[in-house]
């Protein structure tokens, strides 16, 4: 009787640990994708390459968090940004979105081979280009 009474104990965690894991849910956000990139068509579609990517990763990522938010610098208001480039510098904010920083979760809360680093920055570029350009 002991043994059946450890090995349904064994299995009841078991059930519990893998209806904890996280995987159906980002299974269920990449489903969202383009969803996301035409619900905020309004942002400018850059036709340079590079941001063109930038535009991808923001629309299918930082979108969530940086078009309306009391705990994110919002895409169009320059102020958030510029405050930041100024007191940070770029290669900071770069830092801080790829390993998280306050209520930033490490690339956008997307780890592993899902987003490079590389892709976290031409996001981060494709935002910063929208910024009103100083003379």
């Not at 930082?62 to 480039?85: F, G, M, Q």
């Amino acid at each position: 009787m002991p043994v059946q009474y450890c090995l349904l104990m064994l299995l009841s965690l078991c059930m519990l640990i893998t209806a904890c894991d996280k995987k159906p849910q980002a299974q269920e956000s990449v489903a969202t994708v383009e969803e996301t990139a035409e619900e905020h068509a309004e942002f400018p579609k850059p036709t340079d390459p590079e941001l063109m990517a930038g535009y991808d990763v923001f629309a299918k990522v930082c979108s969530h968090c940086h078009i309306e938010s009391e705990y994110a610098p919002v895409i169009n208001t320059p102020k958030d940004w510029t405050k930041r480039l100024d007191k940070r510098g770029r290669d900071t904010l770069l830092k801080h979105a790829i390993e998280g920083y306050g209520d930033m979760s490490p690339k956008g809360g997307r780890r592993g081979k899902d987003l490079t680093d590389k892709q976290v920055a031409q996001g981060l570029d494709y935002i910063l280009s929208l910024l009103p350009k100083t003379q």
